[in-house]
């Protein structure tokens, strides 16, 4: 039982190049979410979803896409990378909020510098 | 939004007992009170879950007042592993989405 991974754990870009992080639960888990997380900050969530085939906006989705094409897998696309998405970026998954213990599961994280 | 308001940082000395209050001003009906504790090139990791009162488990305790506009981790007999940075989050129970971590505070376990 992995838990949550993601891959790459890091990634180094240059600004314009496009890049997909990939994210992969085997809990059974509903819900995923992908937060990014800035040096001395808390982590701000970006999209997430709810079920297979669906996605949503979060707090700071801009110049990020995501899919969840399968239900153990969520995808985070850059399509022109930026400085300003240097970042540590974490991807969770959780049963659905309002079960008896609403636990979000963190993967161990995807280290990005975009130059 | 709930937001959340922590203290940036607090020190504590191993065996003391430490609490960190997080203000939740807005806090929904539907909202319940998580808290999480992550360590440096670390994902966060649950600790704790509650809706009013007190809640133990076998790490921690939460204690949320009547009208919940706050809540207060208590962590008993802290160690030096216990050094971590500990998010409040507020989650709502009906929407994932409307869920925010604040920018936690830093506790320091000295020996």
């Known amino acids: 039982n992995a838990g949550v991974t993601q891959t790459p754990k890091f990634r180094v870009l240059k600004t314009g190049q496009s890049m997909t992080l990939l994210c992969a639960q085997d809990?059974?888990?509903?819900?995923m979410y992908w937060y990014r997380q800035d040096p001395g900050m808390g982590l701000r969530l970006i999209h997430y979803?709810?079920?297979?085939?669906?996605?949503a906006k979060g707090e700071v989705p801009d110049g990020y896409n995501v899919s969840r094409l399968k239900k153990q897998n969520f995808l985070l696309g850059l399509e022109s990378a930026a400085p300003s998405q240097t970042s540590v970026y974490f991807c969770?998954?959780?049963?659905?909020?309002?079960?008896?213990?609403?636990?979000?599961?963190f993967g161990p994280g995807t280290r990005l510098t975009v130059t | 939004l709930a937001k959340t308001t922590q203290p940036i940082s607090m020190d504590s000395y191993e065996g003391q007992e430490v609490n960190i209050t997080c203000s939740h001003n807005?806090?929904?009906?539907?909202?319940?009170i998580t808290w999480y504790q992550q360590f440096p090139s670390q994902g966060p990791r649950f600790i704790i879950q509650?809706?009013?009162t007190k809640v133990t488990n076998e790490v921690a305790s939460l204690f949320i007042p009547a009208d919940r506009k706050s809540s207060t981790l208590s962590l008993p007999r802290v160690s030096l592993s216990d050094t971590a940075v500990y998010y409040c989050?507020?989650?709502?129970?009906?929407?994932?989405?409307?869920?925010?971590f604040g920018d936690g505070t830093t506790l320091t376990v000295k020996p």
């Open positions: 809990m059974n888990h509903e819900y």
């Open positions: 989050l507020v989650v709502n129970n009906t929407n994932a989405g409307k869920s925010t």
């Open positions: 969770a998954s959780s049963f659905p909020p309002g079960t008896a213990v609403y636990e979000q599961y």
């Open positions: 807005n806090i929904a009906t539907n909202d319940y």
């Open positions: 509650g809706y009013k």
């Open positions: 979803s709810v079920g297979e085939g669906t996605t």
